[in-house]
């Protein structure tokens, strides 16, 4: 539980992770670029519990990386679902003319009251109990709806702001990376020639590959 409000290593050690494995997925760029857009939109939703499933969904739609997009559903964290939740339920109320505004508090209250009475009628429906959704309905006109809403708008801006951020810095580590697998690769010819330079000939190479035969199976 600790390390989910604060992994181990700190949140800088998390991000740096974060870039180096989004930087070393075997895609283009511009499509781990698109799957970050859809992560980060899907983090502004409040259907929790199937972000992986929409950002997957939204990532494959746009034609963008669907692992890029699960990880950048990390964007929604504890750091950040404040923030995410009180503008998208204020900006959604706005919109919908709806009065007064809900303290966070209460917000994170109500999805908990919302989840365990909607899997107690889930269960009732083959038990004895009997289903009350008059808490549900309200629960749902009053923070589900104005969430839903008002998150559209701050989601694809930080999608947008996250995909044009993304894109440069991608391209450049794999251009790097790329570039250090080749000196690497220099190297290694250079080594393989000191020893013997008929080794390091491409055209030897070449030779060697057609005659040598295939194993049997």
Known sequence: MTEFFYPRGGWRRALSYMRHRLGRLPDAPHRIARGIFAGVLVSFSPLFGFHFILAALVAWALRGNIIAALMATFFGNPLTFPIIMTVSIELGNWMLGNSGMMPLPQVVAAFARA??????????????DVANWDNLSRFFWRVFLPY???GILPGIISGLAC???????????Q???KKKLRERIDKLREAIAA??????D????????????????
């Open 115 to 128: 989840s365990v009475e909607f899997w107690h009628n889930v269960q009732a429906t083959v038990t004895d």
């Open 148 to 150: 839903l809403i008002g």
């Open 163 to 173: 995909y044009y951020l993304s894109l440069p810095v991608i391209g450049a580590y």
């Open 175 to 177: 251009k790097r990376r």
């Open 195 to 200: 020893q013997d330079p008929q080794l390091a």
């Open 202 to 217: 491409p055209a030897h190479v070449e030779q060697v590959e057609h005659e040598t035969p295939p194993k049997s199976e």
